[in-house]
């Protein structure tokens, strides 16, 4: 056999080496993952409620993500257990479609909060117009998080959500403007330009810092100029910018 003829051999099968290690890699950790030990999901939700095993516990069941949610739905259909919180918390960071009916259903007053931040999350249409509806109702503390799930909702057209949000840029409490500043921001919403350098001169530092913060994204001429100026003046500070 010649040099070149050995070395052609060698080259290509080089090639055939790497793939069957490969394919061999791949299913030893197909078979370590279906016969190595099992995790007891239920028993990582029972341990949401101990303060010493929490937090493992916590980041196990969002680590194992969709494995995790038939046992935290479990969880969450017994209204004794502790950590209710922390199971709709996971069931909206896991974002399983399987979670929406369960977190929809919840009617804990003390759930209220979390449940908005999980629909937030687990978005649909369903969850769309619970998070409208905690926005409308008569709970001011629902607002904040149903305004802070809107600014990420990108799957929704922004003229729809536009007449429920534009309101609260004149909202009595500092931090309902201020989402809503962030809103128009995230979704380019030029309209909102006079009324967001109004809102550099709020009294509030955080609404001044969200409305710059909108207006860089917007992006227009009297945007950027309303900006410069209130950085030159000290109304604004460049960071987060």
Not at 57 to 66: E, H, M, V
Not at 188 to 200: D, F, G, K, N, T
Not at 214 to 226: D, F, I, Y
Request: charged share 25%.
């Amino acid at each position: 056999m010649s040099q070149e003829t050995s070395h052609a051999n060698r080259t290509s099968f080089a090639p055939t080496v790497v793939l069957l290690l490969l394919i061999g890699l791949g299913v030893g950790l197909a078979v370590a993952r279906w016969t190595g030990p099992r995790v007891d999901h239920r028993a990582l939700a029972a341990d949401l409620g101990d303060p010493d095993r929490r937090t493992i516990a916590y980041q196990k069941l969002l680590d194992d993500g969709s494995r995790s949610v038939p046992a935290l739905l479990e969880t969450l259909g017994q209204p004794a257990t502790p950590a209710r919180a922390d199971v709709v918390e996971l069931l909206g960071r896991i974002r399983d479609p399987r979670a929406l009916p369960a977190v929809l259903a919840l009617d804990d007053p003390d759930l209220a909060h979390v449940r908005i931040d999980a629909l937030g999350r687990l978005r649909g249409e369903e969850a769309l117009e619970a998070v409208l509806d905690a926005l409308r109702g008569s709970d001011l503390a629902l607002k904040f998080p149903a305004l802070h799930a809107l600014i990420g909702w990108q799957e929704v057209e922004a003229a729809r959500l536009l007449p429920h949000v534009e309101p609260f840029l004149a909202h009595e409490l500092a931090g309902l403007r201020e989402f809503a500043a962030r809103f128009m921001g995230a979704r380019r919403h030029e309209p909102a330009v006079p009324a967001l350098i109004r809102a550099l001169r709020d009294d509030d530092a955080g609404v001044r810092q969200a409305a710059a913060w909108a207006l860089a994204q917007l992006g227009t001429q009297e945007a950027v100029a309303a900006v410069d100026s209130a950085l030159r003046s000290g109304a604004v500070s460049p960071e987060g910018m």
